[in-house]
């Protein structure tokens, strides 16, 4: 996995530097030094949530006398640390069946409400401290999607927006159509993303903020995200608000002709 993951970013490394006829030497030392970064990040992504869930693993045995709110306090924390070890490697596998070319789109006409339902219940205990304001038009055309490419996408949004917006603030999901495409938005109310960090914010392993590497995450999600949704033959984009600070990430799906004969919705 981390050769292939290498791999690629020194290919992409390679095709910049291809005018320059880099020396063959400096390109396997810039190899390296990307494989070595990968695994820092890697590990580092690891063990954070392993280390929790093995010294909350050694309270429970070793400490008598807990009281049932320390038990299930500890329980809680083992339970949601080896989630979050769940969402990191089904990222990496997600990375690496996109970069193989193994993501094939199962498509089929769909409502993307729906999604967005199923969606916020997966993610409703990573929202559990935001308010969610959902604003879906209720004469959505279908759009062609891959159910649980597009599922995964919303998720990977919503946790970032639950991650890098403060609790309590709210978060929106809306979706409306101009008849072509349907957009989907989703919106924060955190410090939203630095101007010249946009360009870079879909690329793998890019994290915005120093800080952000104390916060579980790997830097794919976005990278997934783009993956997922051009491999639907939609476009995802990103700004800052204008309204207010945060972020907003746009996803513009096409309508496609055929929709199936609506009796009365
Ligand atoms: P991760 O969250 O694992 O770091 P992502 O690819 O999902 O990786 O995001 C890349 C980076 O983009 C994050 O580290 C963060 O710096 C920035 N980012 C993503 N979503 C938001 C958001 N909603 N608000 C502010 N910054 C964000």
């Not at 989630?83 to 199962?106: V, Y």
Request: proline share 4%; glycine share 6%.
């Amino acid at each position: 996995l981390l050769d292939a993951l290498t791999d690629q970013a020194a290919l992409a490394i390679e095709r910049v530097n291809l005018a320059e006829d880099v020396d063959r030497a400096e390109r396997a030392a810039e190899k390296d030094r990307l494989r070595s970064a990968l695994l820092t990040s890697i590990s580092h992504d690891l063990r954070t949530p392993l280390a929790s869930i093995l010294g909350a693993a050694a309270s429970l045995r070793t400490l008598s006398g807990l009281s049932a709110t320390d038990r299930e306090e500890l329980l809680s924390t083992i339970q949601e640390e080896s989630e979050r070890l769940n969402r990191f490697i089904a990222n990496l596998l997600d990375m690496t069946r996109l970069e193989s070319g193994a993501i094939a789109p199962n498509m089929s006409l769909l409502y993307i409400g729906e999604i967005v339902a199923s969606a916020l219940r997966r993610a409703e205990k990573i929202l559990a401290g935001h308010r969610i304001e959902r604003r879906i038009a209720a004469d959505l055309p279908m759009v062609k999607l891959d159910a649980v490419l597009f599922e995964q996408v919303l998720f990977n949004l919503l946790d970032n927006a639950s991650k890098y917006a403060p609790p309590n603030s709210t978060i929106r999901i809306q979706s409306w159509s101009d008849g072509t495409a349907v957009h989907l938005q989703v919106l924060d109310e955190g410090d939203g993303i630095p101007k010249e960090d946009l360009p870079r914010i879909f690329d793998k392993f890019y994290r915005v903020r120093k800080s952000d590497s104390q916060r579980a995450g790997t830097g794919l999600g976005l990278a997934i995200c783009r993956g997922f949704v051009e491999a639907m033959g939609g476009l995802i984009e990103v700004a800052n608000r204008s309204d207010r600070s945060g972020a907003v990430f746009t996803i513009t799906l096409p309508v496609p002709a055929e929709q199936p004969e609506t009796e009365a919705a």
